[in-house]
Nanobody, 115 residues
Framework: QVQLVESGGGLVQAGGSLRLSCAAS????????MGWYRQADGKQRELVAY???????NYGDSVKGRFTISRDNAKNTVTLQMNSLKPEDTAVYYC?????????WGQGTQVTVSS
């Protein structure tokens, strides 16, 4: 089992920045990828960013050039730096991790961007 705990959400004005962090615990040695998804009201959950154990990253089209994902393997954390935030970035952001083929989710953290 893997446990994921997010932090760093909140309210920010359009154009501002926020940093989300996710701390992993449990079967951390088996984690081979981590990332962030988000779900806005009435919409499907979508990929925000993903990073593999080797550092390969992938971003959703809507956040490319504005968001940056990074991970600290020694601290078992993954961070999402969000810049130039837009009202359409408003959503609940979920940390995700994959270990031994199974996906794990955090409880989610709310990000609200006001116009």
């Amino acid at each position: 089992q893997v446990q994921l705990v997010e932090s760093g959400g909140g309210l920010v004005q359009a154009g501002g920045s926020l940093r989300l962090s996710c701390a992993a615990s449990g079967m951390i040695v088996a984690i081979n990828a981590m990332g962030w998804y988000r779900q806005a009201d009435g919409k499907q959950r979508e990929l925000v960013a993903y990073i593999s154990m080797s550092g390969t990253t992938n971003y959703g089209d809507s956040v490319k050039g504005r968001f940056t994902i990074s991970r600290d393997n020694a601290k078992n954390t993954v961070t999402l730096q969000m810049n130039s935030l837009k009202p359409e970035d408003t959503a609940v952001y979920y940390c995700w991790g994959r270990a031994r083929g199974d996906g794990y989710w955090g409880q989610g953290t709310q990000v609200t961007v006001s116009s």
